[in-house]
């Protein structure tokens, strides 16, 4: 894979910083912002990029040079006029090969570019849109997707009051093929790909993949952006969380630990948060863990509730979270149950599946997906199935006092510890076992 990196951006907001050099080469942790990408691109394997620059053309050049500084091949293509994020990949088409990656110089970016990459392959998309859940998408661009991860629907910010939207945020970065751009003329406007490529390709029924991850991607462009990116830099953030690092996982289960035990959960406006929900989720987080949900629903086996309605309750739960400052890692539910011979049910989905807790597959999923360390990592919930579930994969587990508090009695596995709800949970796991000094170890920040 090769890489299109946007480099034309002035930076004036970044003034009083930037001792007027162009936004890529504003030092950013002792090094120019762009020499972070030219780090990320050596370590995944990609050798040759090209920098599309305007402002600053001349400084961009005279720093990065021919890019063997960093084990790679540079390209450069000038703007002769700002034509926007898209129109200035448009314009340099000739350039580039059939399919590459796209990145924007005004962001600090720690992404497992492999991973994205293979998800792209796999998907056979024309172009993937990165995702990544923030604690602010309400004045964010949200991308809505399938099942598959399929692109169906684009949230332009400002979102209608009160809409129930995924916490999904397109960030920049895309992997792009050159096809998918040949339908459009190059602009007299400038051409953004968030807020007229994507959603205009979208509308050509052109299939756009939704690659979701939690890894690192952040702009830089004001004071306080970029003193808050160098304190991520300093505190070993940046590093952790790309998903080349293994990392410990906390995992919870939803219902009763999460928010109110309420009969069966069928529609968004009945879920509601345990108070405490919010701040337990951004302490585990802060403290260095990957924070993933793994619940059993058979109400979509039960005809209760389709898969779609099934991730609208969950895009509420995170919107919810969302406002306590809070986001997660990943959502994992079994949609089936084994038990046959209900009115209304769903046959293909009654079956004794593996991922069912205390089935170990919904874990093992997750493993596989966010690269986690099942060796040092927790299960949080309110049931024996889940203290069980903890017990068959190797991890330790809490119960909790909220919900069903271990009354479903079911399975006989005792929980290693127990606490009266998540907040606490949260904040013992948090002070006494963070998973900080752990992770940037392994990474090598001690
Ligand atoms: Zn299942």
Redesign the pocket.
Known sequence: MEAVILAGGKGSRLSGRSNGLPKPLVPVGGKALIEHQFELLARCGVRRATLLCGFGAAAVRGHCGDGARWGLQLKYVDESAPLGTAGAVMAALPELPEQFLVLYADTMVNVDLDRICAAHAASGAQATLFLHPNDHPWDSDLVETDQNGRVVAIHSYPHPEGALLPNQVNAALYVLKASSLSGFALPSQPLDFARHVFPELLRRGVHLHGYRSPEYIKDVGTPERLDHVEADLRNGVVARSSLSVRCPAVFLDRDGTINEETSYITRPEQLKLIPGAGEAIRRLRDSGYRVVVVT?QPVVARGDCTEAELRRIHDCMEMQLSREGAFLDGIYA???HPDKGFAGERPELKFA????KP?A??LAQAVAELNLDLSQSWLIGDSTSDVQTAANCGVRSVLLRTGRAGRDGRYAAAPDFEFENLLEAAQFIAESQPAVERSNACIGLL
């Open positions: 059993n079994c949609p089936h599946c593996d991922c069912r089935a597959g919904l």
